[in-house]
């Protein structure tokens, strides 16, 4: 594990925040983590893509989401790149959410397991 966490840029910062509380009054007695966000979002969970770091800020940063790990009672948040937030963007513009996009969502999460089971 890095030592020292990731920053955000204040937007990011506030985003999780609010991401943080709802979290907690939506699944009372769950630890919230931000294992991702603190120490692995450097790159992008969603397309895996390595973000540009600038005095340890991980900059151009999109949408805070977050997901539940039932067995493990935690909720575990994460940052998507600007990238991947626009491409959201375009598909919910469109209507119906498409079945690729749960695809990409348990992509995600499977993703962020792996890199934060060994902390
Ligand atoms: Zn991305």
Not at 59 to 74: C, I, N, R, Y
Not at 75 to 95: D, H, M, P
Request: with cysteine; proline share 4%; net charge negative.
């Amino acid at each position: 594990m890095m030592a020292t966490p990731l920053l955000y840029d204040l937007d990011i910062i506030q985003a999780l925040r609010l991401q943080e509380q709802s979290m907690i009054d939506l699944f009372p007695g769950y630890t919230i983590s931000k294992e991702y966000v603190d120490y692995h979002n450097h790159v992008c969970p969603r397309c895996q893509q390595e973000q540009k770091i600038f005095n340890n800020t991980v900059k151009k940063m999109g949408t805070v989401s977050a997901f539940e790990h039932p067995l493990e009672q935690k909720v575990i948040l994460y940052v998507s790149c600007k990238n991947c937030t626009k491409e959201l963007a375009r598909q919910s513009r469109f209507g119906s959410k498409p079945i690729k996009d749960s695809d990409v969502a348990t992509h995600t999460e499977e993703y962020i397991l792996e890199q934060i089971k060994n902390d």
